[in-house]
């Protein structure tokens, strides 16, 4: 049995399925989900804004780039991927970043962040992607293991020169 069937069988009431941002229950989950990540240390430790609240799952549904993957234990949301298609100009083909990762403190060690990104993997072949990508800080060893255990690596191009590293410049 594969570790997604095991997964499958030790939580049979795990609903894992790509979100419909025109479902009123699919946006409050993906706030509500969000929020709680933003909220913990390896989301910032600072909750979302009230305009971010507001605006973000009608902002995703403006962009056909975009799509979200939610996972419920029955009727409770539990699990949220956001993703965003880019594009590899060297294999010239779309990618997809997974962009947020996050899973209820009552259900880590459940893989349901597993579950979800089986499920990421599957929409992005659809989409024709190259490779999916992501970024994760370095004190979350248990998201690290995750996505080790999932087939990511560290990214690099030639070893000489080193992995990728992520940076940002916020725009006023």
């Not at 025109?22 to 909220?39: I, K, R």
């Amino acid at each position: 049995m594969t570790e997604s069937a095991l997964a499958q069988a030790r939580n049979p009431s795990l609903l894992v399925f790509r979100a419909d941002y025109c479902n009123p229950v699919h946006a409050s989950a993906l706030v509500q989900l969000l929020d709680a990540y933003a909220q913990d240390p390896a989301g910032g430790g600072e909750g979302l804004s009230d305009f971010a609240k507001s605006h973000l799952v009608a902002a995703l549904a403006a962009r056909p780039q975009a799509f979200s993957v939610l996972a419920f234990d029955g009727d409770l949301p539990v699990g949220l991927i956001n993703c965003i298609e880019g594009f590899s100009t060297f294999a010239c083909r779309p990618l997809v970043n997974v962009h947020d990762v996050a899973v209820l403190a009552s259900h880590r060690g459940q893989r349901v962040g597993e579950r979800m990104l089986a499920l990421v993997d599957e929409i992005a072949r659809e989409r024709g992607a190259c490779k999916l990508t992501l970024e994760v800080l370095q004190g979350n060893a248990s998201a690290i293991r995750l996505y080790e255990r999932v087939g990511f690596a560290g990214y690099h191009l030639d070893p000489g020169m080193g992995q990728a590293q992520f940076f940002q410049k916020w725009l006023d």
